[in-house]
């Protein structure tokens, strides 16, 4: 097959997967800036007749008996916020730390030790509802802010350690030998030397840790009630006595997803260079 047609074929090929994946966003989108008669008319009306923002409005200042509860959807907002930063620091610095040691102190099952860390995070996370559900209740922490922060720690710290592990694994020893001349200490040569060469892989690990916290809806559906509720365990509960509010739903998420898209399309070149980075040494 001539070179061209491969070159065509590969492009086609991608921008089908680019509709694929955007079209129902942009759909989502265009959800929240529609009236609902728009969206029930037939045939379907891919651009609505009216834009509005009275979905957005709505969620955040109060329109009534029929609307959503704004106290509740701006406290699930705060405390996704809280948990997903909370645990992104967290990660941060145990990842670091742990990733550095494993990279360059040889310890007898160091290799062994991560292997397992990683073997662990292939387990199905419905399984591990039960055991975990006591373990919290016993301790207290059912619809506790320490308590998601806890559970969603055991979820990204594992990723964090993997993927600074392969970026400290790529940068010379050589620059760390030359500072340890120098009187560094370990800890001396990692905040002084590696982490400043480090920053794509801090970049990408710092998003992955907090849109992995941000979405994680499972652990948060089973183990918050309402003062540690999060924001998509709470979109999935918008009701009223007329039913679900789809616009509203469609708002929601827009909102909800924005923290993450807009990481990702700022630091996106950070994140290919910190997966990759590691990959040949």
């Not at 003062?227 to 509960?237: F, N, Q, S, W």
Request: net charge positive; charged share 15%; glycine share 4%.
């Amino acid at each position: 097959m001539p070179r061209k047609i491969k070159k065509i074929l590969l492009y086609v090929a991608v921008i089908c997967i680019v509709i694929w994946t955007s079209v129902p966003y942009l759909w989502l989108i265009v959800s929240s800036l529609s009236l609902k008669i728009d969206l029930l008319t037939v045939p379907l009306r891919w651009i609505p007749s009216h834009l509005t923002l009275e979905n957005y409005y709505s969620l955040f200042f109060d329109r009534g008996s029929e609307s959503v509860n704004v106290r509740l959807f701006i406290q699930s907002l705060g405390n996704s916020a809280i948990i997903a930063v909370t645990t992104m620091v967290i990660c941060l610095y145990l990842g670091v730390l742990a990733a550095y040691a494993i990279a360059r102190l040889r310890f007898k099952g160091s290799n062994l030790m991560v292997l397992v860390m990683m073997a662990v995070q292939l387990v199905p996370p419905i399984i591990l509802v039960v055991p975990l559900y006591v373990i919290m209740r016993q301790l207290k922490l059912i619809d506790k802010h320490i308590g998601l922060i806890m559970v969603d720690i055991s979820i990204v710290l594992p990723l964090v350690i993997w993927l600074m592990r392969g970026y400290f694994a790529s940068i010379p020893s050589e620059l760390e030998d030359a500072a340890r001349i120098d009187g560094c200490t370990h800890l001396g040569a990692l905040f002084r030397i590696i982490l400043p060469l480090s920053s794509p892989g801090l970049v990408s690990v710092i998003i992955f840790a907090f849109i992995a916290s941000w979405n994680e809806y499972l652990y948060a559906f089973i183990f918050t009630n309402v003062d540690a509720k999060t924001l998509p365990v709470l979109i999935g509960e918008f009701s009223t006595k007329l039913g679900l509010e789809y616009l509203k739903i469609t708002a929601a998420g827009v909102l909800a997803s924005l923290p993450p898209v807009l990481l990702a399309l700022i630091f996106q070149r950070f994140i290919i260079r910190g997966l990759t980075a590691g990959a040949v040494k």
